[in-house]
């Protein structure tokens, strides 16, 4: 009891040194803790990967291969240890050859998918810029009708990955998020996604799997970093002094759209049957006694394009893959401006909602359905576009919609969240 007694005395006596060891043992069993729980994670993860692995293959078949595309500078470059800890082992557990190509620089991507030779499925780990770099080599090659066969699997290493949520289920854990996309990439679900063409007057065509962002919370979300050391009210500080240097915001802008197009039925995933031998000869002598008349080529009418003059805070043109599962009627892309009457509250109220999920509208924004669009600005206030959270200079441009250019890997589970938010 004399030491139990002394121990408390001591600890009073030196209360400083103890409440200091105390928040260390304390930060370092909450470190300790996360370690063991990503390890966990790794090991089921590894678990569902081996059955995948011990699946027998006919003599005549070979292993899957998979090309990687690896941004090694993503997460602050900390992506190519994330994925060596997390999505190689579950890759190679399951059987699948993988090849690794990193890339150095920015815009390598590009190039490389370019270059690339067929494979079974194309895997992107990085962010939003490796992702888009990649989709545009992709559908600049001459062989894009090919390519844009392959499967594309998505595995989230960047500081924005946009279109995560579209295919997986999202947590705070990275170890988490890391390993389900990966095995979502083995299980083989897929869903096309559609694809925006973007053309300027000189350069080649740039391509986006989310969108095209333009306006005053475009600009004020680039600096809302400057601002760290107000902690969480930076984003309201931005928007704040912004409003300060400049008010109001409001751009004007010309857009020119076409309506949207009907979207034809989709192809079955699997070639029917060929009809036997008796069926077929059938047919043919019907064909040649009574053969079909030909229709008479249909006239294509002109193009009608219509014009809208708006002035507004920002401009998003987006596709809809936020829902990649939602059976639409038209193939179309959505053209959102924000109106240009809002308040100094209700702008900085906006802007934080919109630092957290760019499609975030008000009511009373403007959304028009459009299958491709033109964009003129005025050579003032041109500023600079976001596509895909990468910044380009923003300068006229016909934006053309690709309706389900692209198959990605997506989560069984996922899907069923998305269907169950249509219904």
Not at 264 to 280: F, G, I, M, T, W
Request: glycine share 6%; aromatic share 8%; charged share 25%.
């Amino acid at each position: 009891m004399a030491r139990v007694v002394r121990g408390f005395r001591t600890l009073r006596n030196h209360w400083k040194k103890s409440t200091f060891a105390v928040c260390v043992l304390s930060y370092g069993g909450y470190w300790l803790y996360g370690k063991h729980c990503d390890n966990v994670l790794r090991r089921e993860a590894c678990l569902v990967a081996r059955e995948f692995g011990r699946q027998q293959i006919a003599p005549q078949e070979r292993l899957r291969k998979a090309t990687v595309i690896l941004n090694p500078a993503a997460c602050s470059g900390k992506a190519n240890n994330l994925f060596e800890k997390n999505a190689v082992p579950i890759l190679h557990l399951a059987g699948v050859e993988i090849t690794i190509v990193k890339t150095d620089y920015e815009g390598q991507a590009k190039k490389l998918t370019e270059l690339m030779e067929q494979t079974d499925m194309l895997i992107v780990a990085g962010g939003d810029g490796t992702l888009q770099e990649v989709v545009t080599g992709l559908l600049r090659r001459p062989d894009q009708d090919t390519v844009c066969n392959t499967p594309i699997g998505f595995i989230p290493l960047g500081s924005h990955n946009s279109l995560s949520p579209s295919l997986h289920l999202l947590s705070d854990n990275k170890v988490k998020d890391i390993t389900s996309a990966t095995l979502s990439i083995l299980k083989g679900e897929t869903v096309p996604l559609d694809v925006l063409q973007i053309k300027g007057e000189k350069e080649q065509p740039v391509f986006a799997l989310m969108g095209l962002r333009w306006g005053a919370f475009r600009d004020v979300a680039a600096t809302i970093s400057k601002y760290w050391y107000l902690g969480p009210l930076k984003t309201k500080a931005a928007h704040w002094f912004s409003t300060l240097r400049e008010w109001p915001l409001a751009r004007d802008v010309s857009v020119s759209y076409l309506d949207p197009s009907l979207r034809p039925p989709d192809l079955p995933s699997q070639k029917p049957p060929r009809p036997s031998l008796l069926h077929r000869i059938i047919r043919r002598l019907k064909n040649r006694w009574n053969p079909p008349v030909e229709e008479p080529p249909k006239v294509e009418e002109p193009e009608q394009w219509k014009e809208e003059q708006l002035s507004t805070l920002e401009l998003f043109i987006q596709t809809h893959n936020k829902n990649p599962v939602e059976r639409r009627i038209n193939d179309s892309l959505m053209i959102c401006a924000e109106p240009d009457n809002l308040t100094v509250g209700e702008y900085i109220t906006v802007g934080n909602k919109k630092e957290e999920d760019p499609t975030v509208f008000t009511k009373d924004s403007t959304k028009l359905e459009a299958s491709a669009c033109r964009l003129q600005l005025p050579e003032v206030t041109a500023g600079f576009y976001n596509i895909d959270n990468e910044e380009y200079e923003a300068m006229p441009v016909e934006i053309k919609l690709l309706p389900r250019k692209l198959r990605f890997f997506i989560s069984a589970e996922r899907r069923e969240q998305l269907l169950l938010q249509v219904q």
